[in-house]
């Protein structure tokens, strides 16, 4: 059910881009913004797939789309969510060598892949390649990506909510994946303002709350409850005010003006229980957007953006951190790692990671590193991090710290080597540890005995001594 019913901004009935806003965002403190992105759109989307489920089988199921078109990983993204798995993307006519490995690599042999759409969407040969792996593949399609939305639907139990967008486009779509997850209900798309035939009958089949999201949804289906902003930016927002009424801990951002690092995204950060907005690829955010940063609380700690800079500059990066966009900020590139003694405790060791400036400029630092142990095969060993959690509550919480060419900011990390009851305890000989806002890694080598799997981190401080 609907948490809060927002105001239609309705205007001229059709969803515009730009009218961007000038107001910067100020993010709640704590907040951390990690960009997932890769070399291109289906790297991209097998990143996704590696933050979500980053255990080997982890996911249930595999949903596939095509990398050319938006309008069939539309309606997929609240799939692949709800049945567990990620949203990947190939091209047309052959399945991406990347993409084959990820999906050999996320999901068990003998697990199931949704293929979105016909032959003319995804050739039959990736069916061929992929039963070949010993994977059970099965086509969601309908005639046209009308009839294909709602052939997911019924993957999805045909619910009777439902949320409508215009499947002439991609804005409104993306915002209403995440919040249909969310909702445990299904996207079906109209002809732009006009409604589609497929879509009709199957509401008329399902009486239901149905929401149109975005202007042309709305002109084509007067009847349904409109969540319309002033611009695609407003209308994300709107959704995410609209079924959360609680501001879930993770925020999702992707470019309003390209779809394609979108569509995984979504099927991301559903998966995270978050909703996705929108941003532009440069200049300052909409003010929709910065408003609704900051006025997110605390508990609102966790972005992820998806796609790279060539998607979103660094600048809106920055803006979405909270940093103003001339400033720099720090990257992978540009910082080395090392470890150094923390105030252990017995039973609760701690390890302090040191973060140098190793670049010949200032850059500035804010939030919680990302971080994964590694086996002595360098396999993941699964690991749960928790931000000031345990006996590092008190702790201060996030702020900007400025740091000079070499330079330091450090974060204490802290875990439990008691086993409980029959866990078996494993100990980690390499660290991965992902800076704010950034997709790559420094490994360190050093050894954690976390019986839980469970590492609390501090959050960055200026210096290298333990807090």
Not at 43 to 53: G, N, Q
Not at 305 to 318: I, K, T
């Amino acid at each position: 059910m609907v948490k809060r019913t927002v105001g239609a901004l309705v205007g001229a009935g059709l969803v515009m881009s730009g009218l961007i806003g000038v107001t910067p965002a100020t993010a709640a403190p704590g907040f951390t913004l990690t960009r997932i992105a890769g070399a291109n759109r289906d790297a991209t989307a097998v990143a996704a797939s590696a933050e979500l489920f980053p255990m080997a089988g982890a996911a249930k199921v595999v949903v596939l789309a095509s990398n050319a078109s938006f309008a069939d990983a539309l309606a997929g993204a609240p799939l692949a969510a709800m049945k567990g798995g990620p949203l990947l993307l190939t091209t047309p006519t052959t399945l991406d060598p990347a993409v084959e490995t990820e999906i050999v690599r996320v999901l068990p042999a003998g697990g199931t892949i949704d293929i979105l759409g016909g032959p003319a969407a995804i050739d039959p040969s990736v069916d061929t390649a992929l039963t070949a792996k010993g994977f059970v593949v099965q086509r969601i399609a309908g005639a046209n990506r009308f009839a294909t939305a709602v052939a997911v639907a019924a993957a999805l139990g045909n619910p009777s909510e439902v949320l409508e967008a215009t499947g002439l486009d991609f804005a409104d779509g993306l915002s209403a994946g995440a919040a249909a997850y969310h909702e445990g209900t299904a996207v079906l798309l109209t002809n732009g303002g006009v409604q589609a035939p497929e879509t009709a009958a199957y509401l008329a089949s399902h009486a239901g709350p149905h929401f149109a999201i975005g202007g042309p949804a709305h002109q084509a289906d007067p009847s349904a409850t409109p969540i319309v902003g002033t611009d695609r930016y407003a209308t994300g927002v709107d959704v995410a005010d609209t079924f959360w009424a609680t501001p879930s801990a993770y925020v999702g951002f992707a470019s309003g003006a390209a779809f394609a690092d979108a569509l995984s995204g979504s099927a991301n950060i559903a998966g995270h229980g978050g909703p996705l907005l929108l941003v532009p690829p440069s200049g300052l955010l909409p003010t929709s957007v910065a408003s609704y940063l900051s006025a997110a609380p605390a508990t609102t700690a966790n972005g992820l953006l998806y796609g790279g800079s060539a998607a979103v500059g660094d600048g809106v990066a920055a803006e979405i951190w909270g940093e103003p966009p001339a400033a720099g900020r720090c990257h992978t590139s540009g910082l080395s790692l090392t470890t150094a003694p923390g105030n252990s405790s017995a039973g609760h060791p701690t390890t302090l990671l040191v973060l140098t400036n190793t670049s010949a400029s200032a850059c500035s630092i804010s939030g919680y590193v990302g971080l994964q142990m590694l086996d002595s095969s360098l396999n993941p060993i699964t690991t749960t991090v928790v931000r000031n959690g345990g006996m590092l509550s008190l702790l201060p919480p996030a702020a900007i710290v400025a740091v000079g060419p070499g330079q330091q900011a450090s974060a204490l990390v802290q875990w439990s080597d008691v086993p409980t009851g029959a866990q078996a305890c494993k100990t980690s000989a390499q660290l991965d540890v992902t800076p704010p806002d950034e997709s790559t890694a420094l490994r360190v080598a050093v050894a954690i005995t976390s019986c839980t799997g469970e590492l609390d981190v501090s959050a960055l401080q200026a210096g290298a001594v333990a807090p």
